[in-house]
C-alpha cells in the first residue's frame, strides 16, 4: 500500500458548495477504489493525505492534478506502508486545521519540510484516529 500527501493553492474563488462538492467525490470514489484519507483546507491551501493501494493512489493523484480548484500541487510524503492511519475514513474534512495557516503557506510556496511542518503532519495523522462519528462522515465500507 501507499501512502502520499501533498499540498496545494485553492483557488481563491472557492466557495462552501465547492468544498462540499469535492467531498461527495472524493468519498464516492475512495470508498468504490478502496482509498482512505483526510482532507484540511485552511481558505487558502489544502493539504490532504491518501493511503490504499498504489496503482489506485497514483489514479487518484492524476485526476486531482488536473482539477482546477486548486493549483500548484507539491508531494511533501510519499512512503509504501503496512497499515492505513486513517483506516476508518473514506475522506476525513478537517477545516481549518487552526494555527497552521503560516505553515502550510510556506509549505505551499517552497515545497519543503522543516521541523515545525514535520510536527503539523504528526498532528494531522492524528486526527485519523478520531471516531469517524465525530467527523461527520460514514467509515469506508
Not at 483526510?38 to 498504489?54: D, S, T
Not at 487552526?98 to 505551499?108: D, I, S, T, Y
Not at 522543516?114 to 510536527?119: L, V
Request: glycine share 8%.
Amino acid at each position: 500500500m501507499l501512502s502520499v500527501i501533498y499540498v496545494s493553492v485553492a483557488d481563491p474563488l472557492l466557495s462552501p458548495a465547492d468544498i462540499d462538492a469535492i467531498l461527495v467525490t472524493a468519498r464516492r470514489n475512495n470508498a468504490r477504489d478502496a482509498l482512505t484519507g483526510a482532507l484540511i483546507y485552511n481558505g487558502h491551501n489544502f493539504m490532504q493525505l491518501l493511503e490504499g493501494p498504489a496503482d489506485r493512489v497514483d489514479a487518484c493523484l492524476a485526476a486531482i492534478r488536473e482539477d482546477r480548484r486548486h493549483s500548484g500541487m507539491i508531494e511533501i510524503r510519499r512512503r509504501a506502508i503496512e497499515r492505513r492511519e486513517f483506516a476508518d475514513w473514506t475522506m476525513l474534512y478537517e477545516p481549518g486545521f487552526q494555527g497552521q495557516e503560516v505553515e502550510f503557506a510556506r509549505l505551499a510556496a517552497n515545497g519543503r519540510l522543516d521541523p515545525e511542518f514535520e510536527r503539523m503532519l504528526g498532528n494531522f495523522v492524528a486526527l485519523g484516529r478520531r471516531s469517524p462519528s465525530a467527523g461527520g462522515q460514514a467509515p469506508l465500507q
